[in-house]
């Protein structure tokens, strides 16, 4: 069975500042990666996936399998980034693809 | 255009009572999925229709939870006698092709059921 792991619940950064989530996970197969995001009283929304190795509203994430991490990364916070940030693994478990989503990071930029 | 569709958002119910949570998809989406969200968890998988079939339904805790879209649209979660630990936000999404092509799902709003 796959498993999603943020380790991390809360995350306060500085305006300006680097900024890392942390995702790994654990799948036997070849995952698919996404990180969705959930601003205040909005809903889910996919920021990025692995395969289209994009960069969305500054964010990257890059797949390391051999350390099985999907980190989220950013150079510099900004205030909007404020939300929480779910990392998810898609793979199929009986006749479907599920998305296995973590526990997510509530990221918190400070002025 | 508009979005995935829930009601009603929030639902307060008594223990021991049924509840019925509406999900209407992306129109022309193939793909429709229900989440279970705890507090402070992320989503968990419940259940997933490919059009009008129900082709997973390993995530649904218990026989009390019963799903369907029957027209290959409009979806309907219900949960009979209801319990405490039903309580949560329950997310449906929808993507536009099947299940070997299924990539980027689009979430609804949810509704938070509370049980009493």
């Known amino acids: 069975a796959q498993r999603v792991t943020q380790p991390e619940k809360l995350l306060s950064v500085f305006k300006g500042a680097p900024v890392e989530l942390k995702c790994n996970y654990s799948?036997?197969?070849?995952?698919?990666l996404f990180w969705y995001v959930q601003y205040s009283r909005q809903r889910l929304q996919l920021l990025l996936r692995?395969?289209s190795r994009e960069s969305i509203k500054g964010f990257t994430a890059d797949l390391n399998k051999g350390e099985t991490s999907f980190h989220l990364k950013k150079p510099f916070a900004q205030e909007e980034d404020s939300a929480m940030y779910y990392c998810?693994?898609?793979?199929?478990?009986?006749?479907?693809?599920?998305?296995?989503f973590g526990s997510g990071t509530q990221l918190t930029v400070l002025p | 255009g508009a979005g995935v569709s829930q009601s009603p958002r929030y639902k307060v119910a008594k223990r021991g009572q049924d509840v019925a949570l509406r999900c209407d998809p992306i129109?022309?989406?193939?793909?429709l999925f229900w989440y279970q969200q705890a507090l402070g968890q992320g989503p968990e998988f419940l259940t997933y229709?490919?059009?009008?079939?129900?082709?997973?339904k390993s995530g649904l805790p218990s026989d009390r939870f019963f799903a369907e879209r029957p027209e290959g649209s409009v979806s309907t979660l219900k949960i009979q006698r209801t319990q405490q630990e039903d309580s949560a936000v329950y997310l449906c999404?929808?993507?536009?092709?099947?299940?070997?092509?299924?990539?980027?799902?689009?979430f609804g709003p949810g509704t938070r059921l509370t049980v009493t």
């Open positions: 999404a929808s993507s536009l092709r099947g299940v070997a092509g299924s990539l980027e799902q689009y």
């Open positions: 799948y036997s197969g070849s995952p698919e």
């Open positions: 692995h395969i």
């Open positions: 998810a693994l898609s793979a199929f478990s009986g006749s479907a693809r599920q998305l296995t």
């Open positions: 129109s022309g989406h193939v793909s």
């Open positions: 229709f490919q059009n009008e079939a129900q082709l997973d």
